[in-house]
């Protein structure tokens, strides 16, 4: 009992003096990673008893092994006081709060916790390591990191070192406190320039700073992407061109299909085309569409086709009143773009240029037909006219037409010319007994008619006849008046009528009857005279015609005839009968004329000789009778 004591009393005087059992070091919070080792320092002053560890309360023994925990063990100079646990490898059931106790001195360290960190797998990427996608249609991607990694990692998505956004988090839990997987979904939307793309998921936590990456590879199905060329670009109306329709695909291409103006172009295959240019290609442009297992893409290009002019709207024709303003338009389309001018119908003088015309203030002799002309472009080709028509209105022009002149009563024709736009709401007739637009009346009837395009004019024109029937003196002393009116005046004009006498044309008729007998008969008297003495002599001198005859006085047989004394003197014609009808006709014909001069007859004395012996009968006519 004495020793026990004794030791009591020690400690109590020891405690008095200042050397009370005490830390020098505890254990403080200690993070390590899963599979390392983990020390908690503890050192005690002043204290030579026993030194002992505790696991959440959990007595883990005195002994520098600790037996029962083979992981565990405590090391240190236990005479200076170092008492330090030792765990390796760490497990994560190691993950607990520990403190180091003195149970003799009744103390206890303050509770040091120990995190266990477990660093995250390498994560797994769905469909990976090659993922397939289509360009252009949205995609999820999928990361996933299993195992109890403590703490839980981070996912994080890559490309190019550059980290992604559009990503969302989901954590599964296996039970309370623990984690069983975690997985992270990157949404894009992929291009065709994506195709080969490396994207890394990076997970990451405490436990493991640099984290563990697993890289994939973006497969990228697309549609075609299309390039359209065409050599040359530029072409002359006519000329060859060629397209050339390239595109990369994923799957591969499976068809192309060719149109112009969004009309299919038949029997085009492939990716080439050859067409012959012509303007409709600048504004009908080609495309190219190429298809495959995804979809399909096209591209278009215009060609620039240099070509001539080509009307595309005429003029129209024009009607408008005296005084006001005329436009003309017409449209024409080339590349490059035509000269335009105008110019009217006969005329060489430019009006104007471009598309548009006008003309100020028109008055009727601007009524005609203008021209629009295109100028051939660069080939040469193309070009051309186009003409519209136009028409003043202004009140009717009339000019009389010329009438012939009529016999006192017979009938009459008198006529006038009517040029008027808009047409004349009437032609009429006036006269001192009165007037008629149409139809009859009494002597007068009254026709209207076109006139032919011979006329020419100032617009359409009407012919207005007059007819007479049973002319009357004062139709001939009185004149005709013929008036047209429209809406914008009236015009008119006067005809007269001329008269015709009938005596001068009896005087004609009697005077040829006249001449035709006259030349009868002295045919007849050349015939007699001829078969008479055998012969005749014709002379053509100075236009005469000669005819054997015999004077009162002398015997107009040859001297054969007269020896012989042929009964043929005794004939019934015999030589003073036709004398006498000669001489008869000549007095005739000198004392009265009934051509009152038309013709000429006079008659030849008679010659000395038989032979020379003629009559002479010279005729003259005013271009109806010259016989030589």
């Given at each position: 009992m004495l020793v026990p004591a004794l030791l009591v009393l020690f400690f109590c005087l020891k405690g008095h003096a200042g050397l009370l059992p005490h830390f020098l070091q505890q254990p403080a919070d200690l993070v390590v990673l899963l599979g390392d080792e983990a020390r908690l320092p503890c050192a005690l002053d002043a204290y030579s008893g026993l030194v002992q560890w505790t696991k959440d309360g959990l007595?883990?023994?005195?002994?520098r092994d600790l037996p029962g925990w083979s992981r565990y063990w405590i090391s240190g100079d236990a005479a200076s006081g170092q008492h330090n646990l030792h765990i390796r490898p760490v497990e994560l059931e190691d993950q607990a709060s520990y403190e180091?106790?003195?149970t003799q001195a009744g103390l206890r360290s303050r509770p040091a916790r120990l995190h266990v960190l477990v660093p995250p797998k390498a994560p797994q990427v769905l469909g990976g390591p090659s993922v397939s996608l289509v360009a252009g249609v949205p995609a999820n991607l999928t990361c996933r990191s299993h195992g109890n990694a403590h703490p839980t990692p981070e996912l994080l998505w890559f490309r190019d070192g550059v980290r992604l956004d559009g990503t969302t988090f989901h954590q599964t839990l296996l039970k309370e406190g623990t984690t069983g997987s975690v997985e992270s979904i990157?949404?894009?939307?992929?291009?065709?320039?994506?195709d080969g793309a490396t994207l890394v998921c990076r997970a990451r936590s405490q436990a493991l700073p640099t984290g563990k990456d697993t890289a994939i590879t973006l497969s990228l199905q697309y549609p075609p992407v299309v390039?359209?060329?065409?050599e040359p670009q530029t072409v002359q109306e006519g000329e060859k061109v060629t397209f050339l329709c390239q595109a990369t695909a994923q799957p591969p291409v499976t068809g192309y299909r060719w149109a112009k103006g969004g009309s299919p172009v038949l029997g085009a295959r492939g990716p080439m085309l050859e067409v012959v240019a012509d303007a409709s290609f600048l504004t009908s442009p080609v495309s190219c569409e190429v298809s495959n297992a995804v979809g399909s893409a096209n591209c278009s290009t215009a060609l620039d086709?240099?070509?001539?002019p080509i009307l595309l709207a005429k003029p129209e024709p024009m009607s408008v009143d005296v005084g006001e303003d005329a436009f003309f338009s017409c449209a024409w389309r080339g590349n490059p773009l035509p000269r335009v001018t105008w110019t009217r119908r006969g005329g060489v003088q430019v009006l104007g240029s471009g598309p548009t015309l006008r003309l100020r203030s028109v008055g009727p002799e601007d009524t005609g037909d203008y021209v629009c002309r295109a100028e051939p472009g660069l080939t040469g080709l193309g070009g051309g006219a186009a003409e519209a028509r136009l028409t003043v209105n202004a009140p009717p022009v009339v000019t009389a037409l010329p009438s012939a002149p009529a016999f006192l009563r017979g009938p009459a024709r008198l006529q006038c010319l009517v040029f008027a736009s808009p047409a004349p709401e009437a032609v009429v007739w006036s006269w001192d007994e009165g007037f008629l637009a149409k139809g009859s009346w009494g002597r007068f009837l009254v026709e209207t008619f076109p006139a032919p395009d011979s006329y020419g004019?100032?617009?359409p024109g009407l012919?207005?006849?007059?007819?007479?029937?049973g002319t009357q003196e004062s139709d001939f002393s009185q004149g005709f008046n013929c008036t047209a009116r429209n809406r914008l005046g009236e015009g008119g004009t006067r005809v007269s009528l001329g008269r015709r006498d009938l005596l001068p044309t009896v005087r004609i008729v009697a005077g040829v009857a006249s001449a035709a007998m006259t030349l009868l008969m002295v045919l007849t008297g050349v015939i007699l005279c001829?078969?008479?003495?055998?012969?005749a002599s014709f002379s053509k001198q100075n236009n005469l015609v000669r005819i054997p005859s015999s004077s009162r006085g002398s015997s107009s047989r040859g001297p054969e005839e007269e020896e012989t004394g042929s009964s043929e003197d005794q004939g019934p014609i015999g030589q003073t009968d036709h004398s006498d009808l000669v001489l008869d006709e000549e007095r005739a014909l000198e004392t009265k004329d009934p051509t009152n001069g038309y013709y000429k007859v006079r008659g030849v004395s008679p010659c000395t000789s038989p032979d020379s012996c003629v009559t002479s009968l010279q005729l003259r006519s005013a271009g109806i009778f010259n016989l030589p």
């Open positions: 007595a883990l023994g005195g002994e180091c106790q003195a990157l949404s894009l939307t992929p291009s065709s320039h994506d390039t359209l060329s065409a086709v240099q070509f001539g004019g100032q617009g012919i207005s006849v007059l007819h007479i029937s001829c078969w008479r003495h055998g012969k």
